[in-house]
């Protein structure tokens, strides 16, 4: 199931680094708590030499030959085969390529192409609006007979199966929740229906050990700068199930998808792999930073960084309680951590003025409209000593109504 000999266990094995030096490994500003690794991961320190040495050698010395010779035709794929291990694909099921929504929209028109006769692309009430946004484009640009989107709350998604279904599409850890979806049975039920899945994985990649291969996953997507910290705007992946390679038609044909780019022929023949996911040239600079922030995972097993995470936001619920903090703030986040990702959100209404007093404070969190505040633990770099401290601060906030500041009434334009 993965691509390389991994340890499996949720213990710390011998093999992997304690959590003491995976945190050294990251720049992390002096004297704050960074809770927002689910927003923006944090960089790891290695990073900017690899970046330098990119610019200065394969860039400005080696120039042109650099395609060949340093292998940047070839880094979207080995960056994807390092997440593919992340998620449980076999190498040659992901690629790093655009954004998640642009993959969402290829894989959605994918999806429409394998299941002809049906048109709806269900999903639910309260996911991340991109991927819906991007249905709705797919709808108008196809019209009615051929895409139309389907949106029901999470409880009726089994239900609203049916024979049009095409494609269900939906976000394993809900943005604002952070409650985890079960994706063996929501796989299973889409399947049972006739219908591919279509996972987002942005909040779930790098912090829990989903098995795409062993679920038996059709599709699905994810960030490259959330949890895996590869850097801002970094790009996303798209992992294609095996069995849908060879027929892979997607609207946005461009040339490095094509089987032979280099032939310059007239009529577009899509690659026979994962590669003809791929419009245009990658952006090397982002990919390879990306690329290099990988390493950080390097023998360590998704399941173990699961269980640090568990014990991360399971110790935060249950501080929060301990300091009465539940009473004034409204957790949003399921207690039971088989139903938890790795954030934890609260609801509170003056949730702006909580968040930026928590943030002058030292505490880096993210606000998301309308109220919550979101608390993103990174197994990779936050620790017990992190949680404590976000408790004492809230708790502070709180009980000093910080949040009435006026300092903290303006609203920048990205929150
Ligand atoms: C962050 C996030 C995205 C971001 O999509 P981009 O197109 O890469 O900006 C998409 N979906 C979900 C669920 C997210 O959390």
Redesign the pocket.
């Known amino acids: 199931m993965t691509s390389s000999a991994q340890p499996t266990s949720g213990k710390l094995t011998s093999a992997e680094p304690s959590f003491e030096t995976l945190r050294e490994r990251f720049d992390l500003p002096e004297g704050r708590v960074y809770l927002d690794g689910n927003?923006l991961g944090a960089m790891p320190r290695h990073v900017p030499q690899r970046i330098q040495d990119l610019l200065h050698q394969q860039w400005a010395t080696d120039l042109i030959s650099s395609w060949n010779t340093n292998g940047w035709i070839d880094l979207p794929q080995r960056t994807g085969n390092r997440i593919g291990r992340l998620v449980g694909a076999a190498p040659g099921q992901v690629i790093c390529v655009d954004?998640?929504?642009?993959n969402?929209f290829k894989l959605l028109a994918l999806a429409l192409n394998l299941r002809p006769g049906r048109k709806v692309i269900l999903t639910a009430e309260g996911?991340?609006p991109?991927?819906s946004y991007i249905a709705q484009g797919l709808a108008q640009l196809l019209g009615q007979e051929r895409c139309e989107l389907r949106r029901v709350p999470m409880t009726e998604l089994e239900a609203a199966m049916d024979d049009d279904v095409a494609v269900v599409m939906l976000?394993q850890v809900n943005?604002r929740t952070g409650e985890l979806a079960d994706m063996p049975r929501v796989t299973a039920s889409a399947h049972a229906n006739g219908s591919l899945i279509l996972w987002?994985l942005?909040?779930s990649a790098g912090v829990i050990d989903m098995g795409l291969d062993a679920v038996g996953v059709d599709m699905a997507?994810g960030?490259g700068y959330?949890f895996l910290n590869g850097g801002p705007g970094a790009p996303?992946f798209a992992y294609l199930n095996s069995r849908y390679q060879g027929q892979l038609d997607q609207p946005l044909s461009g040339w490095l998808g094509h089987r032979d780019p280099f032939a310059f022929s007239a009529d577009y023949e899509p690659a026979p792999g994962v590669a003809a996911l791929q419009a245009g040239t990658p952006p090397i600079i982002s990919l390879a930073a990306l690329d290099a922030s990988l390493d950080v995972f390097d023998n360590v097993a998704v399941a173990t960084l699961r269980e640090r995470s568990v014990l991360l936001t399971s110790t935060f619920i249950d501080r929060l309680e301990q300091a009465g903090l539940l009473k004034t703030c409204k957790l949003l986040t399921p207690r039971m951590a088989e139903r938890r990702g790795s954030q934890v959100s609260l609801a509170h209404e003056q949730g702006w003025g909580v968040t930026q007093a928590m943030i002058d404070a030292g505490v880096i969190v993210d606000f998301r409209a309308p109220n919550i505040v979101r608390f993103g633990f990174s197994p990779l770099y936050n620790t017990v000593d992190d949680v404590e401290t976000a408790v004492d601060c809230l708790e502070k906030v709180i009980r000093e109504e910080h949040f009435l500041d006026a300092r903290f009434v303006h609203r920048p334009k990205v929150t």
């Open positions: 927003s954004s998640v929504s642009v969402i996911d991340f991109t991927d976000t943005y987002d942005a909040h997507v960030c959330k996303a």
